[in-house]
């Protein structure tokens, strides 16, 4: 006699299945301590016994395969489901709790492309404008008024009034400075035609659903049975080597039940690969000019001063102080390159560094719904 009570319990509920036990006695409890318990036998409709399992027992020990057998789905990646969801119709607090054991894939070796780095060309940028105060020499202490006086954003130059400055409130001006906008990495990456949503097949290995040393055969593993498993799971044997001369075993099996279908993946052991950053480097200075004219009417048309402002004639952050005539006022200013001549830079990035590293895995399945 042996104590099977809580071996073939774990069977009954995390197996479940088409069978029903044996009534002559098994079970009985009254007169008989548990190293007298009978281990129950579960017949089928068709009065053969699968021992003590529920499911469905297999022969799942052939040579170059690891155990346990696993239940597995295998299907385009877009369409990859939880292992939670393998099975049909779970009554709860009875059902086998599936869980992900691994992801295999095919075409692991597929190329790892970065995408091409580039950079927005540099620009010569005008003034944005002035800034005018009512003592001379851009004196903005206390008792001065200072006002601003802005071309819109992007200005390219032409004739612009952004408000009126009265003689009394202009007394000097001070002109922003001419600067040069830099390279800058382009932030989305450049489109490739050809690209394709990734529809490799993948298997996902899920963990649990068999059970040793309950069939009539200890060397078999009981599973859970086909019927109750989503479409697209299958019950399969997994080869515990590199390689794909693994071969799956021949013949109709049991009740057809051979792992006879055979799949080729990769497991992804690791995959350290990626992309250098995109950065740009300044390879040629710019040169950049421009003459800057203030009017005192809105239309450009009664010039009050002009001024060559660059990147030539002294740092952007200098400041060049002009002071206006007596009873002079301000409406408008207006803008042209005497040079437009920005630099040039490069592109550098965007190379694949790291390595790939797999191993060839071979899948021997029953088919699905077998």
């Known amino acids: 006699m ?7 319990l774990a069977a009954l509920i995390g197996l479940g299945g088409a069978a029903v036990a044996v009534a002559s006695g098994c079970g009985t409890t009254d007169g008989h301590d548990c190293d007298e318990l009978l281990a129950c036998d579960l017949i089928n409709e068709d009065g053969t016994s699968n021992g003590a399992c529920m499911g469905t027992c297999v022969d799942a020990d052939i040579s170059d395969f690891e155990e346990p057998p696993r239940i597995v ?22 059902g086998t709790a599936l869980e992900e054991y691994e992801l295999l894939v095919t075409e692991a070796d597929r190329p790892f492309r970065c995408d091409p780095c580039a950079c927005t060309e540099p620009a010569c940028v005008l003034p944005a404008g002035l800034t005018v105060t009512s003592g001379w020499m851009c004196d903005d202490g206390p ?10 954003p992007g ?34 990456p450049v489109p490739r035609d050809g690209d394709l949503p990734d529809e490799r097949q993948v298997a996902v290995v ?23 498993l989503q479409p697209g799971f299958r019950r399969c044997i997994i080869s515990e080597v590199e390689g794909d001369y693994a071969k799956c075993p021949s013949g109709d099996g049991a009740a057809g039940r051979a792992f006879s279908e055979r799949f080729t993946f990769w497991k992804v052991r690791e995959d350290s690969r990626d992309c250098t950053p995109c950065a740009c480097t300044e390879i040629a200075r710019g040169t950049c000019e421009a003459l800057v004219s203030t009017f005192e009417d809105a239309a450009c048309t009664d010039l009050v001063d002009s001024s060559v402002i660059g990147t030539v004639t002294g740092a952007p952050d200098d400041r060049v102080c002009h002071d ?47």
């Open 206 to 228: 899920c963990k649990g659903g068999s059970e040793p040393k309950v069939c009539p055969d200890d060397n078999d593993w009981c599973m859970i049975g086909a019927s109750r």
């Open 324 to 370: 206006a005539q007596p009873l002079t006022a301000l409406g408008s200013m207006r803008a042209e390159w005497r040079v437009n001549a920005p630099g040039s830079c490069a592109s550098s990035g965007g190379e694949l560094v790291g390595d790939l590293v797999v191993a060839r895995r071979t899948l021997c399945c029953m088919p699905e719904g077998t």
């Open 155 to 188: 200005w390219d130059g032409a004739c612009v009034a952004p408000g009126a400055v009265a003689p009394e409130a202009f007394g000097s001006f001070e002109i922003a400075p001419v600067t040069e906008r830099p390279c800058e990495v382009v932030p989305a």
């Open 73 to 94: 789905w295998i299907g385009p990646a877009s369409e990859q489901p939880s292992c939670a969801d393998a099975l049909l119709n779970e009554v709860g607090g009875n």
């Open 143 to 152: 008792g001065e008024t200072v006002t601003p006086f802005r071309a819109p």
């Open 2 to 8: 042996r104590c099977e009570a809580g071996r073939i």
